[in-house]
């Protein structure tokens, strides 16, 4: 059984992986990740649910709507499962996203998010990024204000610094962090992780096998092939050299040190997320059954000290010829 924890200072348990559901908002939007078979993404969200995950996150802009609506049909029957969703990001009518946190346009984006996921109330409401940085006073008050209200019971903010959380803890206390945390970006260990320890705010990091790049499933050949409708081929730069040569060149270290632990690599990946205690749970993107069901095969996430040394190892070399190629590189 997966294990449960609480959410910062709120009544929310929730089990240590969740459900991630970017890449089944599919195409057509700037940061789709390509074709994407709704069946196929209710299917990933039953089985993730039936083998243990109590809890999915979502975001209006994920498919610009679309997400929130697959999961709305995904849970009917199931209002047992925790639900956490975004504001703050929107579209135009050319489908470009902005960042808009006025109240007036919260309130407008969290009744079209209850009614695409066809529920009374949101269990955890996040601002997803802080943009306009300038207006995030305003909107963690008015977020407070849905607490209030009964439309949402617990509060949390995304991609938010120290700095930016300690502006807006006085006006209402912060129940829950979303950060990026993998083995390729380990950068909140520094400051962020100890500020929520410190202030009892959880941690649901997100991206654990940095959007698959860490599965062990990606070749240069497959990435090239990669449609353009895939942000991943044309914006993100962990899919991109100068970064991909090393990356690939540690996830095949990763595949060995798995292989030796009886895990898959994408099982490692989140094996070593989640060794961090002071994570209440990571959020994982799955689009099929069968990637649900090769993740949640694993009984326990504990990761022994002979794998996390040899994980270390791997990232260091990674450093080291990421610094190598930068130098090489004609000035
Ligand atoms: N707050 C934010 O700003 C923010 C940002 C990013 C993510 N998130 C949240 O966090 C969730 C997870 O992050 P993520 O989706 O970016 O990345 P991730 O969980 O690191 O990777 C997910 C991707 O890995 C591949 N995959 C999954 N299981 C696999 C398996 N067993 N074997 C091989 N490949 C597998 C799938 O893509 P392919 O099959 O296409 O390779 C899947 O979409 C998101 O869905 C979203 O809910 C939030």
Redesign the pocket.
Known sequence: MLEKRPLGSSDLSLTVLGI????IGGSGWAYG??AQNDSDSIQAIHSALDLGINWI???PV?GLGHAEEIVGKALQGRPDVIVAT?CGLNWDSQKSVFGCLRPKNLRKELEASLKRLKRDCIDLY?I??PDPAGEIEDAWSTLSKFVEEGKVRAIGV??FSVKQMTRIASIAPITSL?P?Y?ILRPEIERDILPHCQEHHIGVVA???????L??G??THKRIHQLPDTDWRKTKNPSFQEPELGANLQLVESLKGIAEEENL?P?QLAIAWVLRNKVLTST??????K??AE??LSLKSWELNMNAFQAIETGIAQRIQTLKLSKAQKPQ
Do not use: F
């Not at 991630?20 to 890449?23: D, K, N, Q, R």
């Not at 997100?206 to 698959?212: A, F, I, K, L, T």
């Not at 959020?283 to 099929?288: E, L």
């Open positions: 991630g559901t970017w890449a990740w390509g996150d979502t975001a994920y975004k996040q997803h990024w995304s991609n979303q990026p993998n997100y991206s654990p096998m940095q959007c698959g860490l599965t499933t990606w898959t994408a959020i994982v993107g799955m689009r099929s069968e990637q090769n993740i």
